[in-house]
C-alpha cells in the first residue's frame, strides 16, 4: 500500500498558477457558495420577473393604454417600453446586493477574504474575482428576465438580446457601493438605508416605469445622473429603436463605462488597504 506525500513541497500552492487563476479560485469559491440558497435565488430568479411583467404588462399597462391609447411612447406599447428597464433594475438590485452584504461578508461576518489574503491570493485577485461572480449572478438574473420579456412579447428588435451585457454593465456602474463597503467596519443599518434612499428612489426616478420627461424638470436632474437611466435608454435603442441621436447613445455608454472602471478601481484600493493592515 502507498502512502500519500505528505511533504510541505507537495502540498504547497503553485505560485505561478495561483498568479494566473487567482480571481477564478475566488469565483469557484463563490459559485459553490451558492449552493446554500441556489433554489431561492432560482426561486426569485423565475418569479420575479413574472410577477413585475404580469404587474406592468396587464396591470398598469391597461391604465395606460385608456388614457393614452395603444401607442405610449417611442412608437411601442407600454410593455416594451418598461420590459429593457425592469431588466437593468433587476441587474443592478443584485449587483448592489453582492457589492455591499457580500463584500462585508467577505471581510468580516465570514472572512474568506482575509483568509484568501493569508494564503497565495492578492486582493487584486480577490477583488476581480468578486467582480467575475456579480458579473455572472447578474448575467443569470437578466437572463431570465429577457427570457419572461420575451415569452410576454416584449421584445420588438433582434437586437435586443444585447439588453443582458447592458444590464451587466449598469450593475457595474454601481460599483463605487462595493468602494465604499470595502471601508465599513460595523454594519447599524446602513445597507438597508442605501437601498431605501439611494436604488430604490433612482429606479423609480430614472424613466423607467414612465418618461423622464413627465418628471417635473427639477428632478429630472436624478435621472440625467442616474446609471440605470442610462442604462435603461442605451437598452431601449436596442430593445426597438433607434429613438436617440447616436451622441447621446455614446454618452450612455462612456458614462456607464466610466462609473464601472473608478468603482472597480477604488475598490481594489480600498479592499487591499485593508487586507494589509
Do not use: C
Request: no cysteine; glycine share 8%.
Amino acid at each position: 500500500m502507498t502512502s500519500l506525500p505528505t511533504t510541505r513541497a507537495a502540498v504547497r500552492a503553485d505560485p505561478a498558477k495561483s498568479r494566473r487563476y487567482g480571481a477564478w479560485y475566488v469565483v469557484e469559491h463563490k459559485l459553490r457558495a451558492v449552493r446554500a440558497f441556489f433554489w431561492t435565488m432560482v426561486a426569485t430568479a423565475f418569479g420575479t420577473p413574472f410577477l413585475y411583467l404580469f404587474a406592468f404588462g396587464v396591470g398598469l399597462a391597461s391604465l395606460v393604454v385608456d388614457s393614452q391609447g395603444s401607442e405610449f411612447i417611442d412608437g411601442v406599447g407600454y410593455l416594451q417600453f418598461v420590459a429593457p428597464a425592469l431588466i437593468i433594475n433587476a441587474a443592478v438590485i443584485v449587483a448592489a446586493e453582492e457589492y455591499m452584504f457580500g463584500m462585508l461578508m467577505g471581510f468580516k461576518w465570514n472572512a474568506i477574504f482575509v483568509g484568501m489574503n493569508s494564503g497565495p491570493l492578492t486582493g487584486r485577485q480577490i477583488i476581480d474575482g468578486m467582480f467575475i461572480f456579480v458579473a455572472i449572478r447578474a448575467a443569470f438574473t437578466a437572463s431570465i428576465y429577457f427570457g419572461a420579456v420575451a415569452l410576454f412579447g416584449g421584445t420588438v428588435s433582434p437586437w435586443a438580446v444585447l439588453v443582458v451585457p447592458i444590464a451587466m454593465l449598469t450593475g457595474f456602474a454601481f460599483s463605487p457601493i462595493a468602494a465604499w463597503a470595502a471601508s465599513v467596519k460595523e454594519e447599524r443599518g446602513q445597507f438597508n438605508i442605501v437601498n431605501r434612499l439611494i436604488i430604490m428612489p433612482l429606479s423609480l426616478f430614472s424613466g423607467t416605469v414612465f418618461p423622464l420627461s413627465q418628471l417635473p424638470f427639477f428632478l429630472q436632474w436624478i435621472g440625467w445622473i442616474s446609471p440605470i437611466w442610462h442604462g435603461s435608454e442605451l437598452a431601449r435603442q436596442f430593445s426597438y429603436g433607434p429613438t436617440e441621436p447616436i451622441w447621446l447613445t455614446v454618452i450612455h455608454v462612456l458614462f456607464l463605462v466610466v462609473l464601472a472602471f473608478i468603482g472597480w478601481q477604488l475598490t481594489v484600493h480600498f479592499s487591499v488597504k485593508r487586507l494589509n493592515r
